[in-house]
């Protein structure tokens, strides 16, 4: 047994609690979630269930319907941020503003098992994140675990100016930064403007994580995945760094796009070969030969 699970005295010193909960403060330090901005889901793993399960409660929750159905996802648990929860509050009062869900054996309902006290619920973009997760799980052969949602400036100012297309936008992420094309070498999907909370955007969104480990939605912010909390925070980091960088790079241009130097078609393959990247190539120039 591992040393966190063999001394945890509470839900909140589980290793998995710590760092979920560390990503929302360090999100909302970050400047990425206002008011009531951004959420988070972690798929638990095996083992953590069996740690968390001492502290569940008595009696769980009633079943709630979903709309959406993802019956990959049956009898998986959730940690996940709740519904109108300000993200600088979960450290403080985390089984309040947070708690673990169970999914149903149709993969189209959830319980409360922990948490979400005072009558909480999981958060608003629960179709989504669950939707995605099982996506993402597909994708990644079940490695990746970790949803995150945020608000972050510059990829919602970039949305309000270039044309809303995944290669248009991941290709000036890619020229405005070295590092993006390492951090996010399949690109990022973008989703026009739509009305959140909903199955909707829900569908539109996992659509695209079967290529994308991020999804831009437009207006509005961002999704980031990874195997693990570094990963999607990392990931959502490095995105809104290269958006930041456009902006700032467009705003010193006199407005224009008409950069002086970017990274070339050339530098990107370049990178991609150094560091033996799974790159999207429909993203890239066709080199001629
Ligand atoms: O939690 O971010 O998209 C509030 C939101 C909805
Ligand atoms: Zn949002």
Not at 73 to 100: D, L, P, Q
């Amino acid at each position: 047994m591992r040393d966190d699970a063999n001394l945890a005295t509470c839900m909140e010193e589980l290793a998995f609690m710590r760092s979920f909960v560390r990503l929302c403060d360090d999100g909302y330090r970050q400047g990425w979630h206002e008011r009531n901005g951004g959420n988070l889901t972690y798929r638990m793993a095996t083992e953590d269930v069996a740690f968390a399960r001492p502290f569940f409660n008595e009696t769980p929750g009633e079943w709630k319907r979903m709309d959406v159905e993802a019956p990959s996802m049956a009898g998986e648990f959730f940690v996940s941020t709740s519904a109108g929860s300000y993200m600088r509050n979960i450290s403080s009062e985390t089984s309040r503003y947070a708690g673990i869900v169970e999914i149903n054996d149709e993969g189209n309902a959830y319980r409360v098992v922990w948490g979400f006290e005072d009558g909480g619920r999981p958060t608003s973009e629960l179709s989504s994140h669950v939707l995605n997760h099982a996506v993402r799980a597909a994708a990644t052969d079940g490695a990746c675990r970790v949803m995150y949602h945020a608000h972050p400036s510059s990829v919602i100012a970039m949305t309000m100016v270039v044309e809303l297309n995944s290669r248009t936008i991941t290709r000036l992420l890619w020229q405005a930064m070295t590092e993006s094309i390492i951090a996010f070498p399949m690109g990022v999907g973008v989703v026009p403007w739509m009305v959140p909370g909903g199955a909707d955007i829900a569908k539109a969104t996992s659509k695209l994580m079967r290529t994308y480990d991020a999804v831009i939605w437009a207006s509005h912010g961002l999704f980031a995945t990874g195997a693990d909390f570094d990963a999607a925070f990392g990931l959502m980091h490095a995105i809104e760094k290269a958006a930041g960088v456009y902006v700032r790079a467009r705003c010193m241009n006199g407005g224009s796009d008409n950069f002086r130097n970017t990274i070339t078609d050339e530098g990107l393959r370049a990178i991609a070969e150094e560091f033996n990247l799974p790159i999207n190539e429909a993203f890239l120039e066709e080199t001629l030969i």
